[in-house]
């Protein structure tokens, strides 16, 4: 069943305050206040509240009035891995904004899978260029110097957490949990031939979209088969899955449906079958995962799992915001956040007898 649009965030014609946010919660603002600088302070339900009436609100805190530091650069680090996936424009926007309303400048860095610049990165935070820093990649950083930054430098991760790095705050979505469902949808529908594009190798997305996979197939009593998963992704991109596409061409016995990783890796699959005669969903059915803008305006309309990317921007920000302010001692308190996607049936999948 094709689910409904979630709801923008309130439209008001003044600024949200810490009062309208604690009218929502149901709570007082000091308990606002604790749940922001110090979340071990209240339960959990609070705490959720809280963040809830964040989220419906829109609202962000006033960071240079918190601020307890004499010496700060007003600017945030922003790392990507490049800037040609789609995946990334909701999640700018909302980060730009989060930081410029908290009165940061943002300074955006392409990684590109490099250690060099990595490391070159990780020079810049270590100078006390930056405030704090957000990286918005699935790809683990490989420089030993990045990952063991100083305390002093607040770090939020929007990808699944890196193993040995608790001083990292980590917004992200259960790409496990997500990635099952996705592929419990096709066998919803009749499939059981289904072949699996990871992502890029070595990244933790990736890997957590494959185990999910493997979940639902195994669950369903399917034979997980090494010939029905086509690795050797170098990114979540339209080449990936055009690549991907010579797989299907190879096999004698095709799949029914496929599962992609990322909507541009779907989308690049289509496009190379539909350019030999294939027909989507007739031949073979199609999902994603992300629901990028491409997603609902290529023909067909891909089916896929939205990520909640504008809402993860502004509460990764918004949560970086709130320990850049609160102090520098390495004492402030992490957050790790997981928020659940969302199934969107649109039309590159069909049921099969």
């Known amino acids: 069943m094709r689910k409904s649009e979630p709801p923008e965030p309130e439209a008001a014609a003044r600024s949200v305050t810490i009062q309208d946010v604690a009218r929502r919660a149901g709570v007082s603002t000091a308990t606002v206040s604790r749940a922001l600088a110090l979340p071990e302070r209240v339960t959990e339900a609070t705490r959720a509240a809280v963040f809830s009436a964040i989220r419906e609100t829109g609202y962000t805190p006033n960071a240079a009035a918190r601020s307890l530091r004499a010496k700060s650069t007003k600017m945030v680090l922003v790392l990507l891995p490049g800037i040609g996936n789609s995946f990334f424009t909701p999640v700018l926007n909302a980060l730009e904004e989060v930081f410029t309303e908290g009165g940061y400048g943002v300074l955006i860095g392409y990684t590109r899978q490099s250690r060099s610049r990595e490391t070159h990165y990780a020079r810049v935070i270590r100078a006390g260029q930056v405030d704090g820093v957000l990286v918005v990649t699935g790809n683990v950083p490989r420089d030993e110097e990045f990952v063991s930054v100083p305390d002093t430098v607040p770090v939020s991760l929007m990808f699944p957490e890196i193993p040995g790095t608790p001083q990292f705050s980590v917004f992200d979505v259960d790409n496990r949990g997500a990635s099952a469902e996705a592929v419990r949808y096709l066998i919803s529908q009749g499939h059981r031939r289904i072949a699996h594009i990871p992502g ?97 305006h290529y023909d067909p309309a891909l089916t896929t799992m939205r990520q909640p990317r504008n809402e993860m921007g502004r509460l990764a920000a918004t949560d970086l915001l709130r320990r850049m302010a609160t102090g520098r001692d390495g004492t402030v308190p992490t957050l790790k956040v997981r928020l659940a996607c969302e199934l969107v049936v649109r039309e590159s999948v069909r049921a099969v007898e």
Do not use: H
């Not at 034979?223 to 096999?251: M, Q």
């Open 200 to 296: 890029a190798e070595g990244g933790l997305e990736a890997s957590e979209r494959l185990g999910g996979y493997c979940d639902a197939m195994r669950e369903a009593g399917l034979p997980v088969d090494p010939a029905l998963i086509w690795r050797g992704a170098s990114n979540f991109d339209f080449a990936s899955g055009e690549r991907a596409a010579r797989n299907y061409f190879a096999l004698d016995q095709k799949p029914t449906a496929v599962f992609a990783a990322a909507d541009e890796i779907a989308l690049g699959f289509m496009r190379a079958l539909k350019n030999r005669g294939v027909g989507i969903p007739a031949d073979v059915s199609v999902i994603g995962f992300d629901d990028t803008e491409y997603a609902v």
